[in-house]
């Protein structure tokens, strides 16, 4: 009994992470960024973006301001002004463009969820393989290319790209996906390989109940039950709500089931 994720809902899950400008290492203003972030929707964009153009000349990273200035009309759909602001901003003399490109990227990405335009799913695929040809050894335009196959279910392609992020040292996040990637190919035993370490050190991630029920029926799966149990343990302790989630009661039933078998087998041999 296989556990049947949505790999178009997974990936909206992290659609946050990614737009909001807060996934990379890269820091600027963070704290004026962050309340941006929480007024969107409730002022206008082009109050946030005055309020963010304090920030220019402030970022190490030159183009990081203007991929947030980018995000600010992105994330309420305004893609005609975020259009012109990358246009702007491709054109000016920058040091690096690095995350213009990966702005162009996802604005096609948040377009495609609205339209569903596969003209747009492929503009957005040809974003970020461009970002991959320009800057070959940024671990960003593998890990996003590699989301966006997974949203779309080309796993192979996914893993490929995914795995390339993290030797390239990519975040948590390529490393979540990637677990959800090895799942949905029934690849177990690899899935399992990050999941301690993800849970260990990436706490956003033990909430997440895609990644932690995908880790959970692959350990099932691998028939290591118990360490399925303890991935199961830590989502209801992180998030205690999910005891009423369909999903996981199936997967406490499961378990439950495959326990009762185990135990009913030792009691066998014990007759014997």
Request: charged fraction near 25%; hydrophobic fraction near 40%.
């Amino acid at each position: 009994m296989k556990y049947s994720n949505s790999t178009f809902a997974f990936i909206l899950v992290l659609l946050f992470l990614i737009y909001s400008g807060n996934a990379f290492a890269e820091s600027c203003e963070d704290e004026r960024w962050n309340k941006i972030l929480s007024n969107i929707g409730k002022v206008s964009n082009d109050e946030l973006s005055n309020e963010w153009m304090i920030a220019k000349n402030k970022c190490e990273v030159e183009s990081f301001f203007e991929f947030r200035h980018a995000l600010i009309y992105i994330y309420s759909s305004d893609f005609d002004k975020a259009n012109l602001i990358i246009d702007e901003a491709l054109s000016s003399k920058l040091r690096d463009y690095r995350f213009v490109y990966l702005a162009k990227a996802q604005m096609y990405y948040a377009k495609w969820l609205k339209t569903r335009d596969d003209d747009l799913k492929h503009n957005m695929f040809d974003a970020y393989k461009e970002i991959i040809t320009r800057y070959p050894e940024w671990y960003v335009g593998y890990e996003r290319l590699g989301n966006a196959k997974y949203s779309f279910g080309e796993y192979s392609e996914a893993i490929e790209l995914l795995e390339k992020s993290i030797n390239k040292g990519g975040s948590y996040a390529s490393k979540v996906v990637l677990v959800a990637t090895y799942y949905q190919m029934s690849n177990y035993e690899k899935a399992i390989s990050f999941v301690p370490e993800i849970i260990k050190n990436h706490p956003p991630a033990r909430v997440e109940k895609t990644f932690m029920l995908s880790a959970a029926w692959s350990f099932f799966e691998a028939n290591r039950f118990m360490d399925g149990q303890k991935v199961l343990l830590v989502l209801m302790e992180e998030n205690p709500n999910i005891k009423n989630d369909p999903d996981f009661i199936n997967a406490v039933g499961y378990l439950k089931t495959k326990i009762e078998e185990m135990e009913n087998n030792n009691e066998a041999k014990n007759e014997k």
